[in-house]
């Protein structure tokens, strides 16, 4: 394997071998041309989020586009851990925030959901992965994580899987914090609410969910933002791939 890096990474969802060529086009192209003003001959490094890490070299240039040549892998591929976060959508600039953040802190897939009090019932889903692939290239994971079309909390938590568990992020009640938890198993999700939070009727159902552990984030009240970054990371730290 080569020791060469490059500190341009893309992420391609092309068959990763040495000589494959790509054109590069549209936000990627100009990414490319300029804005990081690349020229012929030198390298970036992309990856499809399944065959690692590859070299790849610029080998012809266009206005506004790029051909790349996939030249020698340079890194195995690596996973992240089995993490969702669900979450009631916020406005814009907040939102792009926190996707970008949970994509950095290693979440595998993210479920915007619906609730009483959510501020927005539509999201722009493609924006929303272009977020998260553009945190992805930048905080050298090697895979983007799956963003769910929106759904009804309701619907959510009736589909539920059986094997992955549900920290919901309550303040309220019997909230314990997450050091200690002592359950086993390594399929989670977080939950957290839209500004002003849940409802009563919410709350009860949420905690009624056989899945569910209500935990606590501390004796502040946190903007939804602030409340995920904060929760991811607790679990990365306790539970995740920070604690070993």
């Known amino acids: 394997m080569s020791n060469k890096s490059s500190r341009t ?18 936000n990627q192209g100009h990414y490319l041309v300029n ?3 690349l020229k012929m001959g030198e390298h970036i490094a992309v990856f499809n989020g399944r065959s690692g890490e ?4 610029i080998t012809k240039l266009g206005k506004g586009k790029a051909n790349i040549t996939i030249r ?3 890194a195995e591929q690596t996973s992240e851990p089995d993490l969702w976060y669900l979450f009631a959508p916020i406005k ?10 949970a994509t950095e802190l290693g979440v595998a897939r993210m479920l915007p959901v619906v609730t009483k009090r ?4 539509r999201i722009k889903q493609g924006k929303l992965i272009a977020n998260a692939t553009e945190a992805a290239e930048q905080c050298g994971r090697m895979s983007v994580p799956d963003i ?9 938590l009736d589909k539920w899987p059986e094997d992955r568990m549900i920290l919901f992020c309550d303040e309220a009640g019997d909230a314990v914090q997450i050091k200690e938890i002592t359950s086993e198993g390594d399929k989670w ?6 500004e002003g939070g849940f409802n009563e009727g919410e709350r009860q159902m949420i905690r009624a969910h056989s899945n569910t552990i209500p935990i606590t984030l501390g004796p502040r009240i946190l903007r939804a933002d602030t409340a995920a970054v904060s929760a991811i990371s607790l679990w990365q730290s306790f539970m995740g791939d920070w604690s070993s």
Not at 9 to 26: F, N
Not at 92 to 101: E, N, Q, S, T, V
Not at 148 to 156: G, K, Q, T
Not at 189 to 194: N, S, T
């Open 9 to 26: 990474r893309l992420y391609i969802d092309i068959e990763m071998k040495a000589g494959a060529t790509y054109l590069v086009t549209d």
């Open 35 to 37: 804005v990081m003003r």
């Open 54 to 57: 590859w070299l790849a070299e």
């Open 72 to 74: 020698e892998k340079i």
């Open 92 to 101: 814009k600039a907040r939102i792009d925030y926190m996707i970008g953040k």
């Open 118 to 121: 959510t501020n927005l019932e």
């Open 148 to 156: 769910d079309p929106i759904s009804s909390l309701d619907d959510v």
């Open 189 to 194: 999700a977080i939950l957290i609410g839209p």
